[in-house]
C-alpha cells in the first residue's frame, strides 16, 4: 500500500508552543508519533486520544498541567505526524482501535486513565471495553457512543454533504476545510487562535498536501447512520458495553458544541455506573482542549485522586 | 457558472496531457452518486467529458493502480504541456462540476444544500455566507 511518509519538520513557531520530544513506535509496519512526557515513577499514566481533524498537538497546553502524571498522546495514523496510507479503506474504526490497542500494549503500561474526545470516544471507549482490567478511569469529552450520534449527522447541509462522494474530495482533500475553517468553527473561548498564527500553524502541519489528509476524510465516512452501515454493529454494542463498565468516570463537556451537544454528555452519565454529573463549559465548544486546557488538567487530576491513583 | 458536457473529441483538442486533480476513492459512499457516475461513463464510452465556466476541459474516469485494482474515480484536467494550471481555475471549475453533479443526482441532495456547506466552509466557488 502506498504511504504518505512525508518528513514533517516542525517550524520554531510550532515548535515554541509544543516543546515536546517527538517518539516513535512501530504498529502495523507503520511509523507511529507520540508524545510521553512527565513523572515516570509510580505515577498514574494518563493517555490522551484525540479526533478530527487533530493530534497530540491538541493536548499541548493540558500536558504541562499535568506533569505530576505521565501523559502518553498518540497520533493515529494517517493522523499527526505518523505514517500515512494512502488507502481510505484502511482507516475504519476497528483499525483505528486495533491500532491503539497495539501501542498499549507494546507501551506496557498499565491501569491507565484514559482521556478521550472526538473519535478519542469510539476508539478510546473501544479500548476500554475490550480491556476494563487495564483502564483505571475515564475522562470522557464531547463525543459519542452509539449508531445516532447527533441530530447534526442526519442533517444533509452541511455535515452529510461535507463528505458526500466528490463534494468531499474536494472539502476534505483539496481544501482541507476542516483544518482551515471547521477548528475556528468548533472552538469558542479561544476561537481568535484558529483564524492564523502558530495555532493554526500547528494544526495545518501535518496535513501539506491532497495526499496526507486522506484519513481526515474516512472518518466522518466511518459514522454510521442507519442499521447495516459501517459500524452500526459494533457502535450499536458499544453503547450496550457502556452500562458494563465499572470503571469511575468523568464527563467534561464544551457547552457550545452543535456537533455533541451536552444532551450526548447526559446519555453517557445515564449509560456508565459510575459516572459524575457532567462539568459544564459555558464558553466552551467541541475542542475543548483548545477552549479549556486548565479545566481538563483539573478533571484528569481529580480522577486520578478518584481511583486511587497517586500523582507525586 | 455551469460546466458543459463536451465530446471525446473537443476534450482531445484541450490538449494531450492529464493531470489528476481530484480523487475519490469511495464514489459509493452514497450510492446514489457511484450509480449516476458510472451510467453517464457508460452512455459515454467508459468517461464523463466536460468544460468548465475557466474554459479548461476535464476527463472524469476510473482511476486504477497495478497493485490495488480499483482506486476509485479521478477528475483529470486536460492540458497541451506538462506545465502546472491555475489551481484558482481549477478549484472554480470542479465546484461547478459539484454543483451539476448533486443537482443531477437529485433526491436529498441540491445545489442549494452544497452552496450552504461551501458558504459555512469557505470553500472556493461557494457564495459568501450570509
Not at chain 1, 507520540?34 to 509510580?42: I, K, N, Q, V
Not at chain 1, 482541507?176 to 475553517?181: A, I, M
Not at chain 1, 491532497?210 to 459494533?234: C, H, K, Q, T, Y
Request: glycine share 8%; hydrophobic share 40%; with cysteine.
Amino acid at each position: 500500500m502506498k504511504v504518505d511518509k512525508q518528513e514533517i519538520q516542525i517550524p520554531n513557531a510550532v515548535r515554541e508552543i509544543y516543546p515536546f520530544e517527538s517518539r516513535w513506535m512501530d504498529v502495523q509496519g507503520y511509523r507511529m508519533h507520540y508524545l510521553d512526557e512527565g513523572e515516570r515513577s509510580g505515577a498514574p499514566t494518563v493517555v490522551l486520544l484525540h479526533g478530527n481533524p487533530t493530534w497530540s498537538f491538541l493536548y499541548r497546553e493540558v500536558i504541562p498541567l499535568i506533569r505530576s502524571c505521565r501523559a502518553v498522546a498518540p497520533d493515529y495514523l494517517g493522523m499527526g505526524l505518523s505514517d500515512k496510507p494512502a488507502d481510505e479503506r484502511f482507516y475504519t474504526l476497528e483499525n483505528h482501535t486495533r491500532v491503539i490497542t497495539e501501542f498499549i500494549e507494546r507501551l506496557g503500561i498499565r491501569n491507565i486513565i484514559l482521556v478521550v474526545q472526538d473519535w478519542g470516544g469510539p476508539i478510546g471507549l473501544g479500548y476500554a471495553q475490550a480491556h476494563p482490567g487495564n483502564v483505571a478511569g475515564i475522562l470522557i469529552m464531547n463525543t459519542w457512543a452509539w449508531p445516532d450520534p447527533s441530530d447534526f449527522h442526519d442533517a444533509v447541509a452541511p455535515w452529510r454533504m461535507l463528505h458526500a462522494p466528490f463534494a468531499g474530495a474536494n472539502f476534505f482533500l483539496r481544501q482541507n476545510v476542516l483544518v482551515e475553517r471547521g477548528l475556528y468553527l468548533a472552538t469558542f473561548r479561544s476561537r481568535h487562535r484558529l483564524k492564523g498564527g502558530p495555532v493554526l500553524e500547528g494544526y495545518r502541519l501535518p496535513f501539506p498536501s491532497v495526499e496526507s489528509r486522506i484519513a481526515m476524510l474516512a472518518f466522518p465516512r466511518n459514522i454510521p447512520r442507519r442499521d447495516g452501515d459501517l459500524n452500526w454493529e459494533r457502535m450499536r454494542q458499544m453503547e450496550k458495553g457502556l452500562s458494563r463498565l465499572t470503571l469511575p468516570c468523568s464527563l467534561l463537556w464544551g457547552e457550545k458544541d452543535i456537533v455533541f451537544p451536552p444532551s450526548n454528555a447526559h446519555r453517557f452519565q445515564k449509560l456508565i455506573p459510575d459516572c459524575s454529573a457532567p462539568r459544564m463549559i459555558h464558553d466552551g465548544a467541541h475542542f475543548i482542549q483548545e477552549d479549556a486546557p486548565e479545566e481538563i488538567a483539573e478533571e484528569i487530576l481529580k480522577l486520578c485522586a478518584r481511583t486511587g491513583q497517586r500523582s507525586n | 457558472m455551469d460546466i458543459e458536457l463536451i465530446s471525446l473529441e473537443e476534450a482531445e483538442a484541450a490538449g494531450k496531457f492529464e493531470e489528476l486533480v481530484l480523487l475519490e476513492q469511495s464514489p459509493g459512499f452514497y450510492p446514489e452518486f457511484e450509480v449516476f457516475i458510472r451510467k453517464e461513463m457508460d452512455v459515454r464510452a467508459g468517461q464523463l467529458l466536460f468544460r468548465g465556466p475557466s474554459g479548461l476541459a476535464y476527463s472524469v474516469s476510473p482511476v486504477k493502480d497495478n497493485s490495488r485494482g480499483l482506486q476509485g474515480i479521478g477528475i483529470n484536467v486536460r492540458k497541451n504541456s506538462d506545465s502546472p494550471v491555475d489551481p484558482t481555475k481549477i478549484d472554480l471549475d470542479l465546484w461547478s462540476f459539484i454543483e451539476w453533479l448533486v443537482d443531477q443526482v437529485g433526491g436529498e441532495w441540491s445545489k442549494e444544500a452544497l452552496r450552504k456547506t461551501g458558504a459555512i466552509y469557505k470553500a472556493p466557488g461557494a457564495p459568501e455566507r450570509d
